[in-house]
């Protein structure tokens, strides 16, 4: 399908200055003459250039990268992670034409690993968040159970304690020994430890208070905040009332790992901070009404190609496609977690439905952004004449860019969200004996009590990140279906299928088999 | 540190042909694996790397150690594991710290997007604990912010210095009368703004700050003063936004400010009033102001009744007029304001 345009007084108006302009406006104004020349002409549907990508992406796979990549030689797991995730995302599987490539990706992911836990940018590096993260992901695509495989190698123990060592007395953690603090490597850090079951209370003390923290008058989220001053001298009990600054105004990459991170503890404030023996302990909030607006904000005008930007009055970038693109759909996921539930709540009370004024049934696509307009930045502005993707025209293409504007094309053209069906499967299927069984922290509770609480945590940690699904019937695609990608897991950056298999290994699950899930109560999209 | 790298004058030789090398054993990346998408490095990278890997194999810390890996980080500075070894031996040699920071400053100022220069200065300063040189630092980063204004790691850095070292007398009192300046280049640089909330709102109370209600009055006049120059400068709203949800202040007390934005052209400077607590529209705004019809809209729905439908009829006006980009979401409030109606 393509994108009714309207025409209205804001077609393609360039954004106002006002009659003062200053660098920030002189530089927007530039960026839109440019993308102006990009602008996709009537009748010419854009085209995703899909083989000259896969060509870019084997290049890279195959032949490697040239000597100014030098500069990525500390994130060579990431070079990996971005360059099989972007065959996963045009649909290449590495059993078909990138059969040879399965084993040696497994071992230089594993030649990463640190001696002592995590894993490095390569070998010999010291282990750190982000390229554990890349790795691991890495591994949920190329890898597979079984000796060789590159899951059972992974040394979760190890990478447990090494995790705790990172731990700071404000819920955060450090990327690496010696580094600095900030929400990506959290975020990192929860991706990891919800993957490979080594998720536990004590790992995520405090870790909700500190996200908050992180949230700017803005609505989205800075890099970290500044916790000291909370810091008690017997390293215990932080003081929740003293000011925790942010550090960094609002940005689109923290923003995205921020949201995703709160979408992943969610099963942990539900569980730990509801009232127990020992008293209610105040479970921190964050604004989602400020976020949503937040992530709304941060889509360009026409002129802009309705491309997104990471920051107030930057400029757009093809990668923010997937930061704030993915992140705004873990918001619409975790609104439509609030719908539904209040929805369920209503259909208790006969009648509530009626007071709905039509809008419920009118809406197929309830995204913040604009779909069509994010696939059009992707399609028109941001693909690379001789393959790869990037910022904008007229930058070259790179492994990092190439990634992220195909994730981010994924996500404005299909609706991964949780689904109260899929949630309710999951849980009636659980064994929680083989989860136990299968935990990887190597960590005993004290009591009984303790141990159901953290089995629940387990359960509902699997079952929340798998109840994200596509729903059938939602999907746009600009330019027409011959444009698709697959579609990825908001949380993660990986198809539902990949989550799934890494996941149901180290759960020790069987997973229940998915059906097409149609949006209830809805016409069809496109109708 | 006089022995610190020079990579202008004489070429490079390899480590690998160098005598005061000898004693270490290189060790190659990859050991028995065939690295699928290897990098293409320089012999030079590749030879100073491998002595690196060496080097943390044994565990020595050495002066040499500190030539290593300032040649490496020169060559990428993006090698978190050097710059962590290179502090650890900068720590155990009980080397001269703010000599090493002079010698950052060149760095910062070649790799200014790179993390690591700024959190190595970080942990400098975390460790020479000293107020003389965070006063440096904040000179240093007003100059390095110079020439790219919006960096977030030297901001981030900037806010780090001031609440960890929290000096009243000495870091604290320029914040303000600089970020004016900044604001005055350039009214819509958001770093400059974020920064202005951090100073003023976000970091405890200053001195000369204890009265709150004259600071929120300073502020919204501040405030509304760069919105009337610049209507549609999303960043100055947002402050705006920021200052009165921090201050649980009602948007409803903006009511007679906004409302001359919201509307289709300036008014004719003839016929208003001049007041000094409401500027208006400068001469050359945009109207109307998008921003202001999103604070319009968010006053009525405040106000709830009938006033969630003269909201509705400003979210449809986005929607399907002045900002159709965002149709979407200004469905969305139209959606939960219904709801929240009910
Ligand atoms: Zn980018």
Not at chain 1, 23 to 48: F, V, Y
Request: with cysteine.
């Amino acid at each position: 399908m393509t994108s009714s345009e309207p025409t209205t007084s804001d077609q393609l108006r360039p954004t106002p200055t006002d009659g003062y302009p200053s660098p920030t406006s002189r530089l927007q104004t530039a960026t839109e003459d440019i993308l102006r020349a990009h602008q996709p002409s009537a009748g010419t549907p854009p085209i995703l250039n899909r083989n000259l990508h896969i060509q870019y992406l084997l290049r890279n796979l195959q032949q490697g990268f040239p000597e100014r990549y030098t500069s990525q030689d500390a994130s060579q797991t990431w070079l990996l992670f971005w360059t099989l995730q972007g065959f996963s995302t045009l649909g290449i599987g590495l059993d078909d034409r990138t059969k040879q490539r399965r084993a040696p990706s497994i071992d230089t992911l594993l030649a990463a690993q640190h001696p002592e836990g995590g894993f490095g940018g390569g070998p010999g590096q010291l282990a750190h968040q982000l390229p554990t993260f890349a790795a691991v992901s890495a591994l949920a695509i190329a890898g597979r159970p079984g000796p060789g495989g590159g899951w059972d190698e992974i040394d979760r123990a190890k990478m447990y304690t090494w995790f705790l060592s990172l731990k700071q007395p404000d819920g955060s953690f450090k990327v690496s020994h010696d580094g600095e603090v900030d929400v990506r490597g959290l975020y990192c850090l929860l991706v990891c430890a919800t993957l490979l079951n080594i998720l536990t209370p004590e790992l995520l003390a405090g870790v909700p208070e500190f996200l908050a923290s992180c949230q700017t008058y803005e609505g989205g989220f800075g890099s970290a905040s500044f916790g000291e001053w909370a810091f008690r001298e017997d390293g215990h009990a932080p003081d929740y009332s003293a000011p925790r600054p942010t550090l960094g105004e609002a940005h689109g990459g923290y923003t995205y790992c921020a949201t995703a991170a709160w979408a992943l503890v969610q099963p942990y404030l539900r569980l730990y901070y509801a009232p127990t023996p020992a008293g209610p302990k105040p479970a921190p909030t964050i604004s989602m009404r400020g976020l949503a607006r937040w992530y709304a904000t941060m889509q360009g005008g026409r002129a802009e190609l309705g491309g997104l930007r990471g920051r107030t009055n930057k400029l757009v970038d093809g990668c923010y496609a997937w930061w704030v693109g993915g992140g705004a759909a873990v918001v619409a996921g975790m609104l439509k977690e609030q719908e539904d539930a209040r929805a369920g709540a209503e259909e208790l009370q006969e009648g509530a439905e009626a007071q709905n004024e039509g809008w419920e049934d009118e809406e197929v696509d309830d995204s913040l952004l604009n779909r069509p307009a994010l696939q059009q930045y992707v399609l028109c502005a941001a693909q690379h004449p001789a393959g790869g993707l990037r910022d904008k025209p007229p930058k070259h293409a790179d492994a990092y860019h190439t990634l992220y504007c195909l994730s981010g094309l994924s996500a404005a053209q299909h609706r991964v969200v949780p689904n109260a069906s899929r949630r309710a499967t999951l849980r009636s299927s659980w064994d929680a004996d083989k989860a136990r069984s299968m935990e990887g922290s190597a960590t005993a509770s004290s009591s009984d009590g303790e141990q159901s609480l953290l089995d629940e945590l387990r359960r509902e940690s699997f079952v929340s990140a798998l109840s994200w699904l596509e729903e059938e019937g939602t999907e746009q695609y600009v330019g027409g279906a011959v444009n698709r990608v697959n579609a990825t897991h908001p949380l993660f950056d990986l198809t539902v299928t990949h989550a799934e298999g890494i996941m149901a290994h180290f759960y020790g699950q069987t997973l229940p088999v998915r059906r097409p899930q149609p949006r209830p109560r809805n016409k069809p999209a496109d109708a | 540190m006089s022995a610190a790298f020079d990579d202008s004058s004489d070429e490079q030789q390899l480590y690998a042909a160098d005598p005061e090398w000898a004693d270490v054993v290189p060790l190659q990346q990859y050991e028995g694996v065939d690295p699928i998408a290897p990098i293409f490095y320089s012999e030079e990278y590749k030879d100073a790397t491998d002595y690196f890997r060496g080097i943390v194999k044994t565990g020595e810390m050495s002066p040499k150690v500190l030539k290593l890996t300032e040649h490496i980080i020169r060559m990428n500075p993006a090698h978190y594991s050097a710059w962590q070894y290179r502090y650890k031996t900068l720590i155990a040699l009980n080397s001269p710290l703010k000599a090493e920071l002079e010698l950052m400053d060149n760095f910062a100022i070649q790799f200014l997007k790179t993390y690591q220069v700024w959190h190595h200065r970080r942990l400098l300063l975390g460790a020479l604990r000293s107020v003389d040189v965070a006063v440096r630092e904040l000179a240093f980063v007003t100059r390095t912010l110079r020439t790219d204004t919006k960096n977030y790691h030297t901001w981030s850095y900037r806010q780090w210095i001031l609440a960890h070292f929290n000096d009243e007398a000495r870091l604290w009192p320029g914040e303000l009368p600089w970020v004016e300046e900044l604001l005055e280049e350039d009214v819509r640089n958001n770093s400059a703004w974020h920064h202005r909330f951090f100073v003023v709102w976000q970091s405890g109370v200053r001195r000369d700050e204890v009265d709150r209600e004259e600071v929120l009055r300073r502020e919204l006049a501040f405030t509304k003063e760069k919105i009337s120059l610049a209507p549609n400068n999303q960043s100055a709203w947002n402050y705006l936004r920021g200052v009165l949800d921090h201050t649980h202040t009602p948007y409803a007390s903006l009511t007679s400010f906004v409302q001359p934005y919201t509307v289709g052209a300036p008014s004719d400077p003839e016929d208003s009033i001049v007041d000094l607590e409401n500027p208006r529209p400068s001469a050359g705004a945009e109207l109307p102001s998008l921003p202001a019809l999103e604070f319009l809209a968010d006053i009525y729905e405040a106000e709830g009744g009938d006033g969630i439908s003269k909201a509705v009829r400003i979210w449809k006006s986005l929607a399907d007029e002045h900002d159709t980009i965002r149709k979407k979401y200004w469905e969305y409030r139209i959606k939960d304001a219904l709801h929240g109606a009910q």
